[in-house]
């Protein structure tokens, strides 16, 4: 079994910061790309940003700048640093990685509310 585990949301006021984590534990041959989507309410799930086993990165083009995403391999750990938020950034945020357990699947993992006042 595989489980993605977030941690960091909550409530910040424009301009303000927050740190995302996400860790996975479970057993697999190997993670290739980990990253985070969100979904605010009345749109759908968008990606934010994605970072392959290798450390590359794409972001979307609404938090290029602002965001940084970052992995500890070692960890199974991923991160989004997000930095002068915006009320638009507001929604809840997923972590989830593409796993080899002999098929290569997305996980999940529950979500987390960032909530960005105004």
């Known amino acids: 079994q595989v489980q993605l585990a977030e941690s960091g949301g909550g409530l910040v006021q424009a301009g303000g910061s927050l740190r995302l984590s996400c860790a996975a534990s479970?057993?697999?041959?190997?993670?290739?790309?980990m990253g985070w989507y969100r979904q605010a309410p009345g749109k759908q799930r968008e990606l934010v940003a994605v970072?392959?086993?290798?450390?590359?990165?794409n972001y979307a083009d609404s938090v290029k700048g602002r965001f940084t995403i970052s992995r500890d391999n070692a960890r199974n750990t991923v991160i989004l640093q997000m930095n002068s938020l915006r009320p638009e950034d507001t929604a809840v945020y997923y972590c989830?990685?593409?796993?080899?357990?002999?098929?290569?699947?997305?996980?999940w993992g529950q979500g987390t509310q960032v909530t960005v006042s105004s």
């Open positions: 970072i392959s086993s290798g450390g590359s990165t």
């Open positions: 479970g057993s697999w041959f190997s993670i290739n790309d």
């Open positions: 989830y990685a593409l796993i080899n357990r002999l098929v290569m699947r997305d996980y």
